[in-house]
C-alpha cells in the first residue's frame, strides 16, 4: 500500500525555523509533483508549495521567500523547510503527491495514477 507519512512538526517561536519531511513508501512506480498543503482551523485549506519532478518550484503567496521546498533523488521524500515562521504559519500541514503506483483489485495490482495524502503533522507557531 502507498503511504506517505509527515514528520518534523512541532511547537516553535515566531520567527524560528522548522524542516518538514514526508516520506513515501509503497509500491510506486514513478512520482510526479509532491506538494505540501496546510489546513488551520476555521480557514479554507491552502497549497502551500509544490515541486515538480525537474525540481521546479511553485509557492503560496503567503510563504513565498519564506518556503523552501525540495526532493531527493529518488523522489520518495520532500522536505519543506520553513523560516521566519510566524503565528499564522499554525496548521496541520499534510504532503501530498501525485504518483502512479500499485493498487490492488478483485483481478489482482493494477498500476493506476492517483494521489496519496499524508496524516498530516501539526505545526504551531507561538509568537
Known amino acids: 500500500q502507498v503511504q506517505l507519512v509527515e514528520s518534523g512538526g512541532g511547537l516553535v517561536q515566531a520567527g524560528g525555523s522548522l524542516t518538514l519531511s514526508c516520506a513515501a513508501s509503497?509500491?510506486?512506480?514513478?512520482?510526479?509533483?509532491m506538494r505540501w498543503s496546510r489546513q488551520a482551523p476555521g480557514k479554507p485549506r491552502e497549497l502551500v508549495a509544490s515541486?515538480?519532478?525537474?525540481?521546479?518550484?511553485e509557492y503560496a503567496d503567503s510563504v513565498a521567500g519564506r518556503f523552501t521546498i525540495s526532493r531527493t533523488n529518488d523522489n520518495l521524500t520532500t522536505y519543506l523547510r520553513m523560516n521566519r515562521l510566524k503565528p499564522d504559519d499554525t496548521a496541520v500541514y499534510y504532503c501530498?503527491?501525485?504518483?502512479?503506483?500499485?493498487?490492488?483489485?478483485?483481478?489482482?495490482?493494477?498500476?493506476?495514477?492517483?494521489?496519496?495524502w499524508g496524516q498530516g503533522t501539526q505545526v504551531t507557531v507561538a509568537s
Open positions: 501530498h503527491a501525485d504518483l502512479l503506483g500499485t493498487t490492488m483489485t478483485p483481478l489482482g495490482p493494477l498500476a493506476a495514477e492517483f494521489e496519496v
Open positions: 509503497g509500491s510506486i512506480f514513478s512520482i510526479d509533483d
Open positions: 515541486i515538480n519532478v525537474g525540481g521546479g518550484a
